[in-house]
């Protein structure tokens, strides 16, 4: 009895251990489907990906080169998300016409707004091309000829692939160069918005409610592709028809469940799942705790002078957004993968790994010379984060470094071309530098001082230096730069030629640049650096290889490297922490009870408020059939056990059909050490309920001429 019951429980482990992890290659999906069909998915792996025939993938795009879109009509309108679209919404938005936060719908084909530099790629298909990537490469061969070998084989095989179309191909490494994928790709350059909604809605919550749950941010945007009259990408032209895609997805205003099977499609940036616990340590609990200390140094202030004014508000929302972005995540994925006990875990794993690998002349070495290698990149690493984080923090050293290239230009016209550059980016940094100096003075201060305290900066050997004497040291070379002297800096920068570039590189703030550029950049360190990377890069390659061989019958996932990916789980709930349960989803009443007209996160709009009033939700609104006489809920956002990283923002969420149901735009703050380690207790995407989306676009937007251009399905 009692061995059946660990039976029992150990495969039960097992099974959980293995569920929802993975970002599944759509080609090899055939491997997963009939996991996928007892999850409970109804339609079969080649309606996902099939190169014969139109199928889900094309509908799928690649938006510019960090996020994801789907068509969701004939003509060539696709979804991603607001914070995705946001820097086109802002580049149309003027005073007058402030389209970021009063928001934006083309009411026509002709209101549409030409975006150019966006892209939107399109899978045509991929291909196994292993072997003749390495071509010509033995045990022999060395590291160096391995890259140079595979570099060219690259080439050969790209040109071919395209040859003659308008195709592009690109070739990326799986598993550490144990494999290799090309993709041929036709990207489409005329993209146009057509819709967003205004940033109370689509950034709602901001940087308070980010990465976290429940959650009721409305982030999505709408564009359109416009092709040639073949259908072919062009650049913009006014002659140019909307795209016919050869799929668009259809839309289900079913709704979803708990324990509904969910897959997101798209393209997932960056994951480390099988490193060593060596690098996880490093990343968690050395490299994330500086980086969350030095970037709360800089959100103090910048979020002490967006209170002071709305023109600083304006000035740092969108830096503040990304600086916090990152902050927010690391100190969720420190706390996750110690939760986890990460470290101990993976380090369980290798003694299983090194069991198997003694006695064999292939792997035995692998993870003790691994072990090495981290321990020559982990100094150098650490003063490389500072470096990026502190010594990179202020506007000041930023703009110190630029003034450096200036003084080691080669030749009085290469100075005379970014003189006149720099003669324009100072003018615009002076425009309001009273109040801005205030904030940038004191970040540069407090993050060198950071530094110094930790033993990596400046004036660290120095006879007598107390933190006090540093601090005076740094205020003195931030008053004394003539960087942070317009009138002087104009006057020096208007007569430059090289001749001048000793008394620029003498200014303080150069010489302090420099200082720590050389400690940071100093060449026996930096070569230290890169034969430890390039030792882990081949070492890693053999680990993994050895990893498969060991458990031939498990099947690996390759990390997230910007390609094509299905994750697929469940709607699911949990519990972030002791007494507390999520529900899985979240609706219209959660924006009102966040409803807060003082704090700028929290302000709903009026027509919003009406329409919730009104319970004004037309069909998209959700009637609980066991207290229908409690009226229409509107559904706004969901959770799922999908394994997805950033670039997943923007991605489908699709059902057991195939057919759209939400769109996914985050992480739940506990499960962020997915890109490490997966847990299905806590990890779970955010997604937006696609009914909450066609409610704003038709019911608040008044845009329902978009809405009647997509397929829905009752
Ligand atoms: N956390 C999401 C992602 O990693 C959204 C980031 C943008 N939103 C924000 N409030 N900063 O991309
Ligand atoms: N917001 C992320 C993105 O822009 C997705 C969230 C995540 O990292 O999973 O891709």
Same mark, same amino acid.
């Given at each position: 009895m009692k061995r059946l019951l660990s039976f029992v429980l150990f495969s039960a482990l097992a099974v959980s251990v293995l569920a929802d992890e993975g970002m599944w290659i759509p080609m090899l999906l055939g491997r997963n489907e009939a996991d996928m069909k007892k999850a409970g998915m109804r339609i079969s792996a080649k309606d996902i990906?099939?190169?014969?025939?139109?199928?889900?993938?094309?509908?799928?795009?690649?938006?510019? +080169?960090?996020? #994801?879109?789907?068509? =969701?009509?004939d003509e060539g309108l696709?979804?991603?998300?607001?914070?995705?679209? @946001?820097?086109?919404?802002?580049?149309?938005?003027?005073?007058?016409?402030?389209?970021?936060?009063?928001?934006?719908?083309?009411?026509?084909?002709?209101?549409?707004?030409?975006?150019?530099?966006?892209?939107?790629?399109?899978?045509?298909?991929?291909?196994?091309?292993?072997?003749?990537?390495?071509?010509?490469?033995?045990?022999?061969?060395?590291?160096?000829?391995?890259?140079?070998?595979?570099?060219?084989?690259? +080439?050969?095989? #790209?040109?071919?692939? =395209?040859?003659?179309?308008?195709?592009?191909?690109?070739?990326?490494?799986?598993? @550490?160069g144990n494999q290799y994928f090309m993709y041929v790709n036709e990207v489409f350059t005329d993209v146009r918005l057509v819709g967003a909604p205004p940033s109370n809605i689509g950034k709602f919550g901001g940087d308070t409610d980010n990465w976290m749950w429940p959650r009721h941010t409305g982030d999505f945007s709408m564009f359109r592709v416009y092709a040639d009259k073949d259908n072919k990408p062009a650049p913009y032209s006014a002659d140019n028809k909307p795209y016919k895609p050869l799929k668009h997805l259809e839309i289900s205003l079913k709704g979803v469940k708990e324990g509904d099977f969910t897959f997101v499609f798209g393209y997932p940036g960056t994951t480390q799942r099988y490193v060593t616990s060596d690098a996880v340590e490093l990343a968690a609990n050395i490299e994330n705790p500086i980086r969350i200390d030095l970037r709360t140094i800089r959100l103090k202030h910048y979020n002490k002078a967006m209170n002071q004014s709305a023109a600083q508000r304006l000035k740092y929302a969108s830096r503040v957004a990304s600086i916090a972005n990152g902050?927010?995540?690391?100190?969720?994925?420190?706390?996750?993968?110690?939760?986890?006990?990460?470290?101990?875990?993976?380090?369980?794993?290798?003694?299983?790994?090194?069991?198997?690998?003694?006695g064999k002349a292939e792997y035995r070495d692998v993870l003790p010379q691994l072990h090495k290698a981290y321990e020559r990149l982990r100094p150098i690493e650490v003063e490389l984060t500072y470096f990026s984080e502190a010594v990179r923090a202020s506007?000041?050293?930023?703009?110190?470094?630029?003034?450096?290239?200036?003084?080691?230009?080669?030749?009085?016209?290469?100075?005379?071309?970014?003189?006149?550059?720099?003669?324009?980016?100072?003018?615009?940094?002076?425009s309001d530098f009273a109040e801005h100096t205030v904030v940038d003075r004191a970040i540069f201060i407090e993050t060198f001082l950071y530094m110094w305290k930790a033993g990596y900066a400046p004036y660290l050997g120095e006879q007598g230096t107390s933190a006090d004497a540093v601090k005076a040291k740094l205020e003195k070379t931030y008053d004394g730069s003539m960087l942070n002297n317009s009138e002087k800096l104009q006057k020096f920068l208007d007569g430059y030629n090289t001749g001048k570039a000793k008394k620029l590189?003498?200014?303080?703030?150069?010489k302090l640049y420099e200082q720590a550029y050389s400690l940071a950049y100093d060449a026996t360190k930096l070569s230290t650096y890169r034969s430890a990377y390039a030792d882990i890069q081949r070492l890693m390659r053999s680990y993994v290889k050895g990893m498969m061989e060991m458990q031939p019958d498990v099947n690996f996932f390759p990390d997230a490297n910007l390609t094509l990916r299905v994750a697929y789980g469940h709607v699911e709930g949990f519990r972030p922490r002791d007494g507390v349960y999520y529900k899985p989803y979240s609706t219209l009443q959660g924006i009102m009870e966040k409803e807060n007209p003082d704090i700028y996160d929290y302000v709903v709009e009026p027509k919003l408020k009406r329409l919730y009033n009104r319970q004004d939700?037309?069909?998209?609104?959700?009637?609980?059939?066991?207290?229908?006489?409690?009226?229409?809920?509107?559904?706004?956002?969901?959770?799922?056990?999908?394994?997805?990283?950033?670039?997943?923002?923007?991605?489908?969420?699709?059902?057991?059909?195939?057919?759209?149901?939400?769109?996914?735009?985050?992480?739940?703050?506990?499960g962020t050490m997915s890109d490490l380690l997966f847990d299905p207790d806590y990890c779970r995407n955010i997604c937006l309920d696609i009914r909450y989306c066609l409610f704003l676009i038709d019911k608040f937007a008044g845009a329902k001429h978009l809405v009647d251009e997509m397929t829905l399905v009752e």
């Amino acid at each position: 009895m009692k061995r059946l019951l660990s039976f029992v429980l150990f495969s039960a482990l097992a099974v959980s251990v293995l569920a929802d992890e993975g970002m599944w290659i759509p080609m090899l999906l055939g491997r997963n489907e009939a996991d996928m069909k007892k999850a409970g998915m109804r339609i079969s792996a080649k309606d996902i990906y099939d190169i014969n025939n139109a199928c889900l993938k094309d509908a799928i795009i690649l938006f510019n +080169q960090g996020c #994801t879109g789907e068509y =969701v009509s004939d003509e060539g309108l696709f979804l991603t998300n607001h914070h995705c679209g @946001y820097s086109y919404i802002t580049s149309h938005s003027t005073v007058e016409h402030d389209y970021l936060t009063n928001g934006f719908w083309a009411m026509s084909r002709s209101e549409e707004l030409p975006c150019p530099g966006l892209t939107a790629t399109r899978l045509v298909r991929m291909e196994d091309v292993t072997d003749r990537v390495l071509d010509g490469v033995t045990p022999q061969t060395t590291e160096g000829e391995r890259a140079a070998i595979v570099e060219s084989n690259i +080439q050969k095989i #790209t040109a071919a692939a =395209v040859a003659g179309t308008h195709y592009k191909a690109i070739i990326k490494p799986f598993y @550490y160069g144990n494999q290799y994928f090309m993709y041929v790709n036709e990207v489409f350059t005329d993209v146009r918005l057509v819709g967003a909604p205004p940033s109370n809605i689509g950034k709602f919550g901001g940087d308070t409610d980010n990465w976290m749950w429940p959650r009721h941010t409305g982030d999505f945007s709408m564009f359109r592709v416009y092709a040639d009259k073949d259908n072919k990408p062009a650049p913009y032209s006014a002659d140019n028809k909307p795209y016919k895609p050869l799929k668009h997805l259809e839309i289900s205003l079913k709704g979803v469940k708990e324990g509904d099977f969910t897959f997101v499609f798209g393209y997932p940036g960056t994951t480390q799942r099988y490193v060593t616990s060596d690098a996880v340590e490093l990343a968690a609990n050395i490299e994330n705790p500086i980086r969350i200390d030095l970037r709360t140094i800089r959100l103090k202030h910048y979020n002490k002078a967006m209170n002071q004014s709305a023109a600083q508000r304006l000035k740092y929302a969108s830096r503040v957004a990304s600086i916090a972005n990152g902050w927010k995540k690391w100190q969720g994925e420190t706390q996750g993968i110690n939760r986890l006990k990460g470290v101990e875990k993976k380090k369980e794993s290798e003694r299983r790994f090194q069991q198997w690998a003694d006695g064999k002349a292939e792997y035995r070495d692998v993870l003790p010379q691994l072990h090495k290698a981290y321990e020559r990149l982990r100094p150098i690493e650490v003063e490389l984060t500072y470096f990026s984080e502190a010594v990179r923090a202020s506007d000041f050293m930023s703009r110190t470094r630029s003034h450096r290239e200036l003084a080691n230009a080669s030749t009085d016209n290469e100075a005379a071309d970014m003189v006149a550059k720099l003669k324009k980016s100072n003018e615009k940094y002076f425009s309001d530098f009273a109040e801005h100096t205030v904030v940038d003075r004191a970040i540069f201060i407090e993050t060198f001082l950071y530094m110094w305290k930790a033993g990596y900066a400046p004036y660290l050997g120095e006879q007598g230096t107390s933190a006090d004497a540093v601090k005076a040291k740094l205020e003195k070379t931030y008053d004394g730069s003539m960087l942070n002297n317009s009138e002087k800096l104009q006057k020096f920068l208007d007569g430059y030629n090289t001749g001048k570039a000793k008394k620029l590189s003498d200014d303080p703030a150069l010489k302090l640049y420099e200082q720590a550029y050389s400690l940071a950049y100093d060449a026996t360190k930096l070569s230290t650096y890169r034969s430890a990377y390039a030792d882990i890069q081949r070492l890693m390659r053999s680990y993994v290889k050895g990893m498969m061989e060991m458990q031939p019958d498990v099947n690996f996932f390759p990390d997230a490297n910007l390609t094509l990916r299905v994750a697929y789980g469940h709607v699911e709930g949990f519990r972030p922490r002791d007494g507390v349960y999520y529900k899985p989803y979240s609706t219209l009443q959660g924006i009102m009870e966040k409803e807060n007209p003082d704090i700028y996160d929290y302000v709903v709009e009026p027509k919003l408020k009406r329409l919730y009033n009104r319970q004004d939700y037309g069909r998209y609104g959700y009637l609980d059939p066991v207290h229908p006489d409690a009226g229409p809920d509107m559904p706004v956002g969901f959770i799922a056990t999908n394994h997805t990283t950033g670039g997943n923002s923007g991605s489908p969420v699709l059902d057991a059909d195939g057919r759209l149901i939400g769109l996914n735009f985050d992480r739940c703050w506990e499960g962020t050490m997915s890109d490490l380690l997966f847990d299905p207790d806590y990890c779970r995407n955010i997604c937006l309920d696609i009914r909450y989306c066609l409610f704003l676009i038709d019911k608040f937007a008044g845009a329902k001429h978009l809405v009647d251009e997509m397929t829905l399905v009752e």
